[in-house]
């Protein structure tokens, strides 16, 4: 039996039992790092010092009859946009060098009181803008399912690690599909939360009225138990909202008869894979065949998303970023000769390529002038993507859609044309306009042996249904027993 390739649940039962440490674990996991890491490219730093003093620390605490938390002794990879203190985090940019947090966020302090091992933090694109992890700043993170071809992103380091078994678990951040669509380019399982459900406190800001940590699992269990360590209030976070957490893990096992999915005419669309297009049907009939009822829906404003999204996105991404300003954090350029020099030089050097084109697209669509007739207007459209969800769910439980219109693409394939890269989220970017859960999970494979993803769209902070329509879905299916021939 291999560790490294148990699930969260199964890795708890063992721990649980003694049957492993949580040093033999993490040993497991270091070990596979070494051999595979290489090709992969996932980790930006890996912990392993640290890791292995919590890890034996957790087990003298078990051994001594200690109350040591759910997740004691499960190594996880965290994205490299969540503070972690005393652990460099770089947002994959450059102009974090060397920028080492004071604190952790709060997702990071409730894994720890759960008895997580941090294992490393994961490579993205730069500042999570991006669809292919090829915009970090520092390395090109390969997809497990074929070397040549993108994890997808920006959490495609989180995604690439749990599909390889680089780690049992990781988290991801969300802000128009980063969770969804890496875990559909490499056959995981990944949820992007409501916008409140889980604390940003601690997650460096992309577009603040869009972004949600979230889970990225190798199964629909290991993402429920995740979930429910990270959501709930924070005083540390005004936008997060006080409602109760269910027990998500224990209210999987429900039935789905009965329920209704809409099936939204408008992700239909002409430029899909139609090898995905066959997947989502068939998981459709899928859940048909387990007693839910598919009934085809609109959502007509469905088509200005990405529109929208690039300007609500880049808007609050230039007001985010006006702080790295070389005093504060991180890299400074060593050739400014006066304070305004540095800043610019700083900047200059410090950002990538599409970080620079989207405070610049952002700045411009906030500017005296050009505010009404795009950043107001692109509030306003965002108010009737809202509202297409809000009539859909009078007549569905939850909306299933693909998660991306084709499978990962090759590395290189869209570098260069910024546009087809932002279409790879056509499906992923209305649930954060609109602030509703969604849930990414494995449904089929192409002829070449890459993963398809489905994507499920539930009702605010209805995260147990859409997990539950996921379990059931993976209870009848086989696709997340798959693993990539590496
Ligand atoms: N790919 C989208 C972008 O580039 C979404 C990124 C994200 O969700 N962080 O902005």
Same mark, same amino acid.
């Given at each position: 039996?291999?560790?490294?390739?148990?699930?969260?649940?199964?890795?708890?039962?063992?721990?649980?039992?003694?049957?492993?440490?949580?040093?033999?674990?993490?040993?497991?996991?270091?070990?596979?790092?070494?051999?595979?890491?290489?090709?992969?490219?996932?980790?930006?730093?890996?912990?392993?010092?640290?890791?292995?003093?919590?890890?034996?620390?957790?087990?003298?605490?078990?051994?001594?009859?200690?109350?040591? @938390?759910?997740?004691?002794?499960?190594?996880?990879?965290?994205?490299?946009?969540?503070?972690?203190?005393?652990?460099?985090?770089?947002?994959?940019?450059?102009?974090?060098?060397?920028?080492?947090?004071?604190?952790?966020?709060?997702?990071?302090?409730?894994?720890?009181?759960? @008895?997580?091992?941090?294992?490393?933090?994961?490579?993205?694109?730069?500042?999570?803008?991006?669809?292919?992890?090829?915009?970090?700043?520092?390395?090109?993170?390969?997809?497990?399912?074929?070397?040549?071809?993108?994890?997808?992103?920006?959490?495609? @380091?989180?995604?690439?690690?749990?599909?390889?078994?680089?780690?049992?678990?990781?988290?991801?951040?969300?802000?128009?599909?980063?969770?969804?669509?890496?875990?559909?380019?490499?056959?995981?399982?990944?949820?992007?939360?409501?916008?409140?459900?889980?604390?940003?406190?601690?997650?460096?800001?992309?577009?603040?009225?869009?972004?949600?940590?979230?889970?990225?699992?190798?199964?629909?269990?290991?993402?429920?138990?995740?979930?429910?360590?990270?959501?709930?209030?924070?005083?540390?976070?005004?936008?997060?909202?006080?409602?109760?957490?269910?027990?998500?893990?224990?209210?999987?096992?429900?039935?789905?008869?009965?329920?209704?999915?809409?099936?939204?005419?408008?992700?239909?669309?002409?430029?899909?894979?139609?090898?995905?297009?066959?997947?989502?049907?068939?998981?459709?009939?899928?859940?048909?065949?387990?007693?839910?009822?598919?009934?085809?829906?609109?959502?007509?404003?469905?088509?200005?998303?990405?529109?929208?999204?690039?300007?609500?996105?880049?808007?609050?991404?230039?007001?985010?970023?006006?702080?790295?300003?070389?005093?504060?954090?991180?890299?400074?350029?060593?050739?400014? $000769?006066?304070?305004?020099?540095?800043?610019?030089?700083?900047?200059?050097?410090?950002?990538?390529?599409?970080?620079?084109?989207?405070?610049?697209?952002? *700045?411009?669509?906030?500017?005296?002038?050009?505010?009404?007739?795009?950043?107001?207007?692109?509030?306003?459209?965002?108010?009737?993507?809202?509202?297409?969800?809000?009539?859909?769910?009078?007549?569905?439980? %939850?909306?299933?859609?693909?998660?991306?219109?084709?499978?990962?693409?090759?590395?290189?394939?869209?570098?260069?044309?910024?546009?087809?890269?932002?279409?790879?989220?056509?499906?992923?970017?209305?649930?954060?306009?609109?602030?509703?859960?969604?849930?990414?999970?494995?449904? @089929?494979? *192409?002829?070449?042996?890459?993963?398809?993803?489905?994507?499920?769209?539930? $009702?605010?902070?209805?995260?147990?249904?859409?997990?539950? %329509?996921?379990?059931?879905?993976?209870?009848?299916?086989?696709?997340?027993?798959?693993?990539?021939?590496?």
């Amino acid at each position: 039996m291999e560790l490294t390739g148990l699930t969260i649940h199964e890795l708890q039962g063992l721990l649980r039992r003694r049957e492993v440490t949580a040093k033999q674990v993490l040993m497991a996991f270091l070990k596979r790092i070494a051999q595979v890491e290489g090709k992969i490219q996932a980790y930006m730093t890996v912990t392993g010092l640290e890791a292995l003093r919590t890890a034996s620390r957790l087990d003298r605490r078990r051994q001594a009859g200690e109350n040591v @938390g759910p997740l004691a002794g499960i190594p996880l990879a965290i994205k490299d946009v969540i503070c972690t203190q005393d652990v460099p985090t770089t947002c994959s940019s450059k102009i974090l060098d060397g920028f080492i947090p004071p604190y952790d966020a709060t997702v990071m302090r409730r894994l720890d009181q759960a @008895g997580m091992v941090l294992l490393g933090k994961t490579n993205m694109d730069e500042f999570a803008m991006g669809s292919s992890t090829e915009n970090s700043g520092y390395k090109v993170t390969h997809n497990p399912w074929d070397l040549d071809r993108v994890p997808g992103g920006s959490s495609g @380091g989180s995604a690439a690690a749990v599909t390889a078994d680089l780690c049992a678990g990781a988290l991801g951040s969300d802000t128009g599909g980063s969770i969804r669509q890496p875990a559909a380019f490499c056959r995981i399982v990944g949820v992007k939360p409501t916008y409140g459900r889980v604390s940003r406190y601690g997650l460096v800001a992309f577009a603040s009225s869009l972004d949600q940590i979230g889970p990225m699992t190798k199964d629909v269990r290991d993402a429920a138990i995740l979930l429910g360590v990270i959501a709930g209030h924070d005083a540390c976070d005004s936008t997060s909202v006080n409602v109760p957490v269910p027990d998500y893990a224990a209210q999987l096992g429900r039935e789905v008869t009965g329920l209704r999915i809409g099936i939204p005419k408008e992700y239909f669309i002409e430029g899909m894979d139609p090898e995905v297009e066959t997947a989502i049907r068939a998981a459709i009939n899928v859940l048909e065949s387990l007693g839910a009822k598919a009934e085809s829906i609109s959502l007509p404003h469905t088509e200005y998303a990405v529109a929208t999204y690039y300007l609500v996105a880049t808007a609050e991404a230039s007001s985010n970023l006006a702080r790295y300003d070389a005093v504060k954090y991180g890299f400074r350029a060593r050739e400014a $000769k006066d304070l305004l020099s540095m800043y610019m030089k700083s900047r200059q050097n410090g950002f990538g390529a599409e970080v620079k084109r989207r405070i610049m697209l952002g *700045t411009y669509a906030l500017s005296a002038g050009y505010y009404d007739a795009y950043y107001l207007k692109a509030l306003k459209v965002r108010t009737l993507i809202r509202k297409d969800f809000e009539d859909a769910f009078k007549r569905c439980e %939850v909306i299933l859609t693909p998660t991306a219109p084709t499978p990962a693409f090759r590395l290189g394939e869209k570098t260069d044309d910024p546009l087809t890269m932002y279409l790879s989220d056509i499906f992923t970017i209305s649930a954060n306009l609109a602030g509703i859960p969604g849930v990414c999970l494995p449904c @089929g494979f *192409t002829q070449a042996g890459l993963p398809i993803g489905l994507q499920l769209l539930g $009702k605010p902070f209805d995260e147990a249904t859409l997990l539950q %329509v996921a379990f059931a879905y993976e209870q009848a299916t086989e696709w997340h027993k798959r693993n990539p021939p590496l």
